[in-house]
Antibody, heavy 122, light 108 residues
Framework: QVQLVESGGGVVQPGRSLRLSCAAS????????MQWVRQAPGKGLEWVAV????????YYADSVKGRFTISRDNSKNTVYLHMNSLKTEDTSVYFC???????????????WGQGTLVTVSS | SYVLTQPPSVSVAPGKTARITCGGN??????VHWYQQKPGQAPVLIIS???DRPSGIPERFSGSNSGNTATLTITRVEAGDEADYYC???????????FGTGTKVTVL
């Protein structure tokens, strides 16, 4: 069965960097686009970024563009979120999610990880 | 940027029907996905492309989309349906995914 396991979360000071990883199994990873979605404590879902099946196309929410970078290594079945210049408002649970197809413009996400908490605080 | 508006809360008695709306400018021209999220859990896709139910999702869940409103309908509501529900679209103008504000469904 599909499994997505996020890691890399923790407590970090404002202005510092962090890299999240999401290890995928149970499906042909290179056939699907992948998303990162976050949820601040007690708040709703916020889309963060999406990457195409082959890594050639990437799109970002305005709130993270220029600071966050999504990437993937299809040989390792892993998608990453590199987060730079972190702000207190980036404090959230970060979920990785598998799109329902190779397309990165439109499909929903049919499998999600359990999430990893990132806390940005001095 | 594209905005999706949902009612903050919907209350429904067991066995009755709950309708959750997702409003957006000409949302009928977009494909809408719906997610259910229970406390402490990851979201679950319950409706994709306006009305398609993924495998394992009960027929009690259905979706529609027209004009400026998409609707998630839950018939014969059960206690286990108590959760937060979110709509999502891809906005081709901004090349962003957008989530709705979320609706908390309470089963009375």
């Amino acid at each position: 069965q599909v499994q997505l396991v996020e890691s890399g979360g923790g407590v970090v000071q404002p202005g510092r960097s962090l890299r999240l990883s999401c290890a995928a199994s149970g499906f042909i990873f290179s056939d699907y686009a992948m998303q990162w979605v976050r949820q601040a404590p007690g708040k709703g879902l916020e889309w963060v970024a999406v990457i195409s099946y082959d890594g050639s196309s990437k799109y970002y929410a305005d709130s993270v563009k220029g600071r966050f970078t999504i990437s993937r290594d299809n040989s390792k079945n892993t998608v990453y979120l590199h987060m730079n210049s972190l702000k207190t408002e980036d404090t959230s649970v970060y979920f990785c999610a598998k799109s329902t197809s190779a397309s990165w413009k439109g499909p929903g996400a049919d499998s999600w990880g359990q999430g990893t908490l990132v806390t940005v605080s001095s | 940027s594209y905005v999706l508006t949902q009612p903050p809360s919907v209350s429904v008695a067991p066995g009755k029907t709950a309708r959750i709306t997702c409003g957006g400018n000409n949302i009928g021209d977009k494909s809408v996905h719906w997610y259910q999220q229970k406390p402490g859990q990851a979201p679950v896709l319950i409706i994709s492309y306006d009305y398609d139910r993924p495998s394992g999702i009960p027929e009690r869940f259905s979706g529609s989309n027209s004009g400026n409103t998409a609707t998630l309908t839950i018939t014969r509501v059960e206690a286990g349906d108590e959760a937060d529900y979110y709509c999502q679209v891809w906005d081709s103008s901004s090349e962003h995914y957008v989530f709705g504000t979320g609706t908390k469904v309470t089963v009375l």
